[in-house]
Antibody, heavy 122, light 111 residues
Framework: QVQLQESGPGLVKPSETLSLTCSVS??????????WSWIRQPAGKGLEWIGR???????NYNPSLKSRVTISVDTSKNQISLKLSSVTAADTAMYYC??????????????WGQGTMVTVSS | QSVLTQPPSASGTPGQRVTISCSGS????????VYWYQQLPGTAPKLLIY???QRPSGVPDRFSGSKSGTSASLAISGLRSEDEADYYC????????????FGGGTKLTVL
């Protein structure tokens, strides 16, 4: 079955760019019609949606992060990437990638990766 | 401060029925579907309810969702110890170009 695996540096310096990758296994990232999202969760706090990309290539971003976020897809590598620029300590969190593939339920995240912890510190 | 409002905590004893509320506004719950997620300690969230009241395969029918106006609820009947987790509601919000919003989460304790 399809599985998601996030990866990337666990430590990023303030003002730098956070770059994460979500590798999709067991299925093609471009098959069907689904949304690929990034969601984060600071330790002990709630979930925050960062943004998403549809298999068509369209994107939507959280307005509060939009100026700093880029989500893209590399179909040749079957990967989704996240770039978050000018990071601060407030960006320290567990970062999840998630898929929404239920027909007619564009925001039903039915598959999640295990998450990757990112700490912003000098 | 989350766009969707949930009680920070809820509790019940085994076998009881508990409900968790989620309050929003016209731009999110009032106009769009509600989703519920369960997050067990140390794990990624899991989809419990989609499109207000639909359960993915594998989710027990002890879990049910409902929506009315700008509010939604998750009900858990026949409470079990393994239901102890954080629960989050979510919805699409049409404002500012559209984005997903989450509730702050409700920590459910099984006494």
């Amino acid at each position: 079955q399809v599985q998601l695996q996030e990866s990337g540096p666990g430590l990023v310096k303030p003002s730098e760019t956070l770059s994460l990758t979500c590798s999709v296994s067991g299925g093609s990232i471009s098959s069907g019609s689904c949304y690929w999202s990034w969601i984060r969760q600071p330790a002990g706090k709630g979930l925050e949606w960062i943004g998403r990309m549809h298999t068509s290539g369209s994107t939507n971003y959280n307005p509060s992060l939009k100026s700093r976020v880029t989500i893209s897809v590399d179909t040749s590598k079957n990967q989704i990437s996240l770039k978050l620029s000018s990071v601060t300590a407030a960006d320290t969190a567990m970062y999840y990638c998630a898929r929404a593939a239920i027909l007619g339920a564009n925001n039903a995240f039915d598959l999640w990766g295990q998450g990757t912890m990112v700490t912003v510190s000098s | 401060q989350s766009v969707l409002t949930q009680p920070p905590s809820a509790s019940g004893t085994p076998g009881q029925r508990v409900t968790i509320s989620c309050s929003g506004s016209y731009s999110n719950i009032g106009s769009n579907n509600v989703y519920w997620y369960q997050q067990l300690p140390g794990t990624a969230p899991k989809l419990l309810i989609y499109r207000n009241d639909q359960r993915p395969s594998g989710v027990p029918d002890r879990f049910s969702g409902s929506k009315s106006g700008t509010s939604a609820s998750l009900a858990i009947s026949g409470l079990r110890s393994e239901d102890e987790a954080d629960y989050y509601c979510a919805a699409w919000d049409d404002s500012l170009g559209g984005h997903v919003v989450f509730g702050g989460g409700t920590k459910l304790t099984v006494l």
